[in-house]
């Protein structure tokens, strides 16, 4: 192996290049960059200045905090419905200005006050929502005005009772314990904060109402012909932040207990900013409340740092610009290029080496003919894309096709076919269990049980999830062939991990080990990972002696043996390990022997391609899927070999005229049925010199199988 | 439009010739050739922000940054003027710096997709923020002695009539005949109207719409030039005072539809002239600041309500999260 060669696998075995697109699938990765901002904002003022974390200096932000995480909070209701409300600021100062006014001149008692207070707040947001919600203007001028008739309505209210305020006392504990107390030693105003927020997301992620609130920011028009009161919704969002910006005001009132003409002015700003920066969309649709928190925590570090930093003169206001212009830029082209850059990066190949491919020609054991010429079609033009063949005790013949469907071919002479049963996915491998019933692996859907009664029953479609995976790897995507233990345990391959079943060609462009073979044990239902990392397993057949079987890995074009029991328990050990082609299914032949269906052929240029990991990827970016370049997956074979590895015969069909396109073959009764993943029919081959009396099921149960299934 | 129905134009002139006719009867000294002259004059500043604004707005777009850019830009040139550069060189530099603002606005709006109204609402903020961190040293900037000259713009007469007067025809002059006669005028109003649709018939709609920024900050700036000559100062407060509500109410009153490609130069003169005679009739009443704040925010809302039924947004049109 040359030098750079050993470089490049290297690279690729140290380097988990796939990581990055599947953390890209992830809904956390909406969190993740806030979530690294805010790491970065405190790092970066914690250094700057010092004991800016300090008990004494976190007690006084964090009372800030909870007023402003209020606001954001606010803001984010209504945000996530698809509207904005900038009058947040002028509300939290009107709360405070009435709730000072009420307690100092109007005299009420504190309940009554928090409770006018917020109603006063839940007033100016009923206006807004009849304006936005129910008349429909436009949610950025509107609330823009009303920030501005608010504010001047503060205005008068300060102008009126600032000075009786000032001169007043409040007689109550309750309303100074609101403003310096807490609970636990945390301050009150984030105990509220935090029950708030925990509220705000199990009523957005958990109860109907948050549910219509989403569906209303994701799509109005979409939520509207479901039936969702789309207008009356959004009213109650504006509602819902005029309340909570006036109960932030109450806050501040009982901190600072008065009243000042700057009160709340720019805040709309602020809180813009924390809601973006914490990954709520502008326009709806996405938003959290913990979105609001994270957001609100950055911007409060940056507001309060730069003020401790002695940065004056308009010096947060350019901040606060540019970064709101910057998280706004981002969540505009991060929601517009998420899919584009996922789809961008999401395949990614790596080194493989496949060993020399054996001659084709002359006295190879591989050497082309032309035996399959004698193939007979069943069914031709009648079933799509039978991936699998099986035959029951009666003869009858069982395939899967593209839509859904287990179709059964009739004995004897095959003519009629019937829907034998309809199971939604894609049927790939079957297998007869001893109780006769079907037992079929479907792509998409999992490991399923079909009697011979058509009851369609899941046996499993979930595994263990892998610690360290990253993709949640438990859910079956693409089970693809089967075979039974004597004991009854089943054993199926799991193709990849990373392919939903319509893409599976695209798996060899990375040739990385995406696979699996997980046993499904029916006597205690559990389902567990045998094998990983498997390039693309596909044929299982358990072997003769009932204690091991052979799987195949497509595009390492090797056929391996696994112990399940015995001495040898547990080793793996390669039987073929370098096929011409690209294996599939594995299958018993009578005489002791296995068949193996070859898909497609090597190519030299793909073989090389596959030592040319950075090329496949630049392939992968650059160019549209229909131009990638593809394994040969048109030509195969069929070929017989022993459990040394020996090939015994390989039948071609030169030219593809019998049979093109196989990817299993499954003998029975002195016939060779043949079946193919994008072919038209069934293949039926006459063998010569064969025990015409062998069938599977009796291979794996012995006579009583194929008795017991006939009436 | 037939005779039956009237415009939004001829709606909201007729409500102003009846407050004309109003204060006039109600208030000694109002229809005095002085106060109008006075009116007129104290309004064409509104006037010429109300064209730079309309322009955008024809075009589907919105300009919030626009009294902070014309604040910052103008103070700017006077602090330079006040620290010995020569008067025309400071113009010129600070006309470049608004302009250049006005192409990053046009950018952000047009290459990186922000809506307009947040991309020019944080441009507010920033370059306010910027200004006085990087440029200036004080809130208010006063007129230098070497900046004399200008004066005569916001505070000189041409045959009796005040300066402004004549630059607030002009500069409408100038939009309607851009808005009219020019290739770039109508592909703004067909940008406006409809984008992809422009854009599928061959209209380079990006440019056009960073044309309409920088346009924008390009007369904003004389407007700016015009409001330091007239009180000898320029404060940096306007930036983040309500003011470009105002000139939002000027454009929207005057029939202007916020969903675009309506209206032309004729709406914006017809906003200012009922915004100005509202607020001159305010003054003369002795209506308190927080109240004539009551009193055109309301009369802002109704204006939008108006205009969102007179001009339902087009549901094919409307992208999602178009707020």
Known sequence: ?711 | MGMGRLSQEQIVFGLALLLCVGFALALPGFLTTNNVLNLVRSVSILGILGVAMGLVVIGRGIDLSLVALMAVSVAWALHMVGTGMPLPQALIIALAFSLFIGAVNGWLVAYVEIPAIFATLAMGTLIYGFGRYFLLDLDVVYMPEAARHILWLGQGTLFGVPVPIFLFAAVCLGGHLFLRYAKSGRYLRAVGDNMLAARITGVPARPVVVLQYVLSSLIGFMAGIVTAASVASMNTRLAISTYVYDVILVVVLGGIGLSGGRGGIRNVIVGTLLIGVLLNGMTILDIQYTVQNVIKGAILLTAIVIDTILNPRDEQTAQQGDI
């Open chain 1, 1 to 711: 192996m040359a030098v750079s060669d050993t470089l490049v696998r290297w690279r690729y075995r140290l380097v988990p290049d796939h990581l990055l697109g599947e953390i890209l699938t992830k809904r956390w990765v909406d969190n993740a960059i806030p979530v690294l901002i805010l790491v970065i904002v405190v790092a970066v003022f914690g250094s700057l200045i010092p004991d800016f974390f300090g008990a004494a200096s976190i007690a006084n932000l964090m009372r800030q905090w909870g007023e402003f995480a209020l606001i954001v909070l606010a803001l984010m209701i209504v945000m996530v419905a698809g509207g904005i409300d900038l009058s947040v600021g002028s509300t939290f100062a009107l709360g405070n200005i009435v709730a000072l006014a009420l307690l100092s001149v109007g005299e009420w008692p504190v309940w009554a006050v928090v409770a006018a207070t917020l109603a006063c707040g839940a007033a100016v947001g009923l206006v807004n929502g009849l304006l936005v919600g129910y008349l429909r203007l436009r949610a950025f001028l509107t609330t823009l005005v009303t920030l501005i008739i608010v504010r001047a309505v503060v205005d008068m209210l300060l102008l009126k009772y600032s000075v009786a305020i000032a001169g007043s006392f409040v007689d109550s504990d309750l309303w100074y314990w609101f403003g310096e107390g807490g609970i636990l030693g945390v301050p009150f105003s984030v105990v509220v904060i935090a029950v708030l927020a925990i509220a705000t997301h199990l009523v957005l992620s958990r109860t109907r109402a948050g549910w219509h609130v989403l569906a209303v920011g994701g799509s109005r028009r979409s939520a509207h012909n479901v039936g969702i009161p789309v207008r009356r919704v959004i009213c109650m969002t504006y509602v819902a932040s005029g309340t909570l910006a006036a109960l932030a005001g109450v806050l501040l009132a009982s901190r600072l207990g008065g009243a000042g003409a700057d009160t709340g002015v720019g805040l709309e700003i602020a809180a813009l900013t924390a809601a973006v920066l914490g990954g709520n969309s502008l326009g709806g649709g996405r938003g959290s409340a913990a979105k609001a928190i994270i957001g609100s925590i950055t911007v409060m570090i940056m507001v309060n740092g730069l003020v401790r930093l002695g940065v004056v003169r308009g010096g947060s206001s350019l901040m606060l610009g540019l970064v709101l212009l910057a998280a706004v830029a981002i969540d505009v082209r991060w929601l517009k290029n998420r899919l584009k850059f996922l789809n961008k990066v999401y395949v990614s190949p790596t080194y493989a080496e496949l060993p020399a491919a054996p001659s084709t020609e002359g006295a190879s054991p591989y050497a082309l003919n032309d035996r399959l010429r004698s193939v007979e079609a069943i069914g031709l033009d009648r079933i799509d894309g039978p991936e699998d063949v099986i035959l029951d005790g009666d003869d009858n013949i069982y395939v899967g096709n593209r839509t859904g469907d287990i179709v059964r071919f009739l004995a004897p002479d095959y003519a009629r076919q019937e829907v034998f049963a309809h199971v939604g996915g894609r049927p790939l491998g079957m297998a007869f269990a001893k109780d006769g019933a079907l037992l079929v692996c479907i792509g998409g859907m999992g490991l399923y049980r079909v009697g011979m009664d058509r009851s369609i029953e899941k046996l499993t479609d979930e595994t263990n999830r892998s610690w360290f995976s990253i993709i949640d790897d438990s859910r079956l995507r693409l089970a693809d062939d089967l075979d039974i233990a004597p004991d009854g345990r089943v054993f199926f391959s799991e193709a990849t991990i990373r392919y939903e079943m319509h893409e599976w060609p695209v798996d060899c462009l990375e040739s990385r080990g995406n696979g699996r073979i997980i046993c499904f044990d029916p006597n205690t239902g559990t389902t567990r990972t045998v094998l990983k990392n498997l390039v693309f397993p596909n044929g299982i057949c358990v072997m003769h002696d009932g204690q091991s079987f052979l799987f195949a890995e497509t595009w390492t074009c090797r056929v391996s043996r696994y112990w399940f029991e015995g001495p040898k328990k547990g080793t793996v050990e390669p039987v073929i390990a370098d096929l011409p082609g690209y294996p599939d299914n594995i299958n018993r032949a009578s005489d002791g022997t296995y068949w193996l269906a070859l898909v497609g052929m090597r190519t030299p240029a793909f073989d090389l391609a596959l030592k040319m990991p950075g090329f496949r990827k630049r392939m992968a970016r650059r160019i549209a899927p229909d131009e990638w370049m593809y394994p040969n997956i048109n030509t195969g074979c069929v070929l017989r070999f022993d459990e040394a590895g020996r090939i015994i015969e390989t039948l071609w069909d030169l030219g593809g005229e019998s049979h093109p396109m196989i990817t299993s073959m499954r003998e029975h009764k002195g016939h060779l049925y043949i079946g193919g993943i994008l072919n038209n029919r069934v293949g039926r081959l006459t063998l010569e010199g064969v025990d015409t009396s062998w069938t599977g099921q009796a291979s794996y149960w012995g006579g009583q199988s194929s008795d017991g299934a006939k009436p």
